[in-house]
């Protein structure tokens, strides 16, 4: 197996965690930071192979969250370049969640109810879900036009609103005049949107989280290759840009060392910066 390796570090002095050491040359910055070091492995593996190879061996596949880290994770694969390398972006295919966050609204398991219809969801680029008249859901792209079903927060709980709408428009509509877009907790609640319908489909609240990264930093660059993913759920890099493809194809990678950004347990490294 052949590694080559490539060292990025992030240097931040927040002001909550600003530590001020005296040294002989004067005053400097104690950094809270991480260090992130990539690491190209010729072993060609599929996605999720390769993400437990990065997570046994390593911290996890790459991830970049700027320009700056995708020229260094370029820079570890080097001698890859005009070939195809997996990175730890990937499309969460699994994450649906309404759009109403409220706590107390769901009872234990309502907030996980679903009623897809037959082979669905096929998730891809439709991240937004639709009702159609037989009360079974579609997923379908969030831009697409369609009426839409609100909850009021009082009697009557669900109002339909016949204009056509994206699903975003659809969510700010309803947050303004009601409370939010309609989830559905149960068969209850199903049917009685279902009973409510004239159109051939209405949008509920139901979406999903798209692109993450494999160690759940946030997703606050993006550098596809044809501007936007193609809809396939799993990302690689070739020549510096991304492309997705099918998760089974076997591919070289880039794992990671470092920290991982998880808000429910975040890890640092300190390091105070020499003089120059």
């Given at each position: 197996?052949?590694?080559?390796?490539?060292?990025?570090?992030?240097?931040?002095?927040?002001?909550?965690?600003?530590?001020?050491?005296?040294?002989?040359?004067?005053?400097?910055?104690?950094?809270?930071?991480?260090?992130?070091?990539?690491t190209l492995?010729?072993?060609?593996?599929?996605?999720?192979?390769?993400?437990?190879?990065?997570r046994t061996?390593?911290?996890?596949?790459?991830?970049?969250?700027?320009?700056?880290?995708?020229?260094?994770?370029?820079?570890?694969?080097?001698?890859?370049?005009?070939?195809?390398?997996?990175?730890?972006?990937?499309?969460?295919?699994?994450?649906?969640?309404?759009?109403?966050?409220?706590?107390?609204?769901?009872?234990?398991?309502?907030?996980?109810?679903?009623?897809?219809?037959?082979?669905?969801?096929?998730?891809?680029?439709?991240?937004?879900?639709?009702?159609?008249?037989?009360?079974?859901?579609?997923?379908?792209?969030?831009?697409?036009?369609?009426?839409?079903?609100?909850?009021?927060?009082?009697?009557?709980?669900?109002?339909?609103?016949?204009?056509?709408?994206t699903w975003?428009?659809?969510?700010?509509?309803?947050?303004?005049?009601?409370?939010?877009?309609?989830?559905?907790?149960?068969?209850?609640?199903?049917?009685?949107?279902?009973?409510?319908?004239?159109?051939?489909?209405?949008?509920?609240?139901?979406?999903?989280?798209?692109?993450?990264?494999?160690?759940?930093?946030?997703?606050?660059?993006?550098?596809?290759?044809?501007?936007?993913?193609?809809?396939?759920?799993?990302?690689?890099?070739?020549?510096?840009?991304?492309?997705?493809?099918?998760?089974?194809?076997?591919?070289?990678?880039?794992?990671?060392?470092?920290?991982?950004?998880?808000?429910?347990?975040?890890?640092?490294?300190?390091?105070?910066?020499?003089?120059?």
């Amino acid at each position: 197996m052949h590694t080559h390796t490539h060292t990025h570090t992030h240097t931040i002095c927040p002001e909550k965690l600003k530590y001020i050491f005296i040294i002989i040359t004067g005053l400097w910055c104690f950094s809270v930071g991480f260090i992130r070091t990539y690491t190209l492995v010729e072993v060609p593996l599929s996605w999720s192979n390769a993400q437990r190879f990065c997570r046994t061996e390593y911290t996890d596949l790459a991830t970049a969250e700027n320009k700056e880290e995708m020229q260094e994770l370029v820079d570890a694969g080097r001698r890859w370049y005009g070939g195809h390398l997996w990175i730890g972006l990937y499309d969460d295919i699994h994450s649906w969640r309404w759009s109403m966050d409220e706590e107390g609204y769901y009872d234990a398991g309502g907030a996980e109810f679903r009623m897809w219809g037959a082979s669905e969801p096929s998730n891809g680029n439709e991240k937004c879900a639709l009702m159609f008249l037989a009360g079974t859901w579609h997923d379908i792209s969030c831009q697409t036009k369609a009426p839409f079903v609100c909850y009021n927060g009082a009697s009557p709980r669900f109002i339909v609103v016949s204009e056509v709408r994206t699903w975003p428009e659809a969510q700010s509509y309803c947050r303004e005049h009601y409370t939010d877009l309609a989830s559905v907790r149960n068969n209850s609640d199903n049917n009685q949107i279902k009973d409510l319908l004239s159109a051939e489909y209405t949008w509920i609240g139901l979406y999903r989280d798209s692109w993450k990264w494999s160690d759940r930093s946030p997703v606050s660059f993006t550098n596809w290759r044809n501007g936007k993913p193609g809809g396939l759920p799993c990302v690689l890099t070739h020549k510096g840009q991304w492309e997705d493809r099918r998760c089974d194809i076997k591919l070289f990678f880039v794992c990671q060392t470092g920290e991982s950004s998880d808000e429910d347990e975040t890890h640092w490294k300190r390091f105070h910066i020499k003089p120059g």
